[in-house]
């Protein structure tokens, strides 16, 4: 199923930034916003994110939902990326509740969902990034974080496992705001 509306960026700050300043100008649900690498790439508590070219890194703006906890949302996106890394890849992906992913107990994965409040409005971006074709780590985290390419041998195509993710998703969603 083909995403409706991807705004790419070659390099940004991040994606979950971007994508709340769009949820906060009305733009339609679903909406990805996708970067080749981010400078500012953060997890819970603002901690970084190693985001360099290789990897996919991508924010989604969520229809509005009555869900009042929004940990819900990041464990449901946890879940649907390793359940569409384990049956595209042939690897056993571990979640590490509620928004790491880990192959082989390195991690190649976080998740990271924030709320938008406008008026009474509230909306929710959820981010990912993924280490997909990353070759080569910096010293401190070697050995604790690997990509799907080291641990297969393949290449990933980054487009076609956004799709996938972005599908999985919008079907369990769906599920759960019903």
Known sequence: MPIDDIIHFDSIDST???AKELANDDHRDWTVVLADKQEVGHGKKSSPWFSPE???????????ANIKDIQIITILCSFVVADVIKNKYMIE???KLPNDIFINGKKFCGVLTENVISGNDVSSVIG?????????????????ATSISLETGRHIDNLELLEEIVSELKKYFKEIIN
Not at 54 to 64: A, N
Not at 130 to 144: A, M
């Open 16 to 18: 979950n930034y971007k």
């Open 54 to 64: 290789g990897g996919l890194y991508f924010s989604i703006i969520l229809p509005k």
């Open 128 to 144: 990912v990034g993924i280490d997909t074709n990353i070759k080569d780590f910096p010293d401190g985290l070697k050995d604790i």
């Open 93 to 95: 992906p571990m979640i």
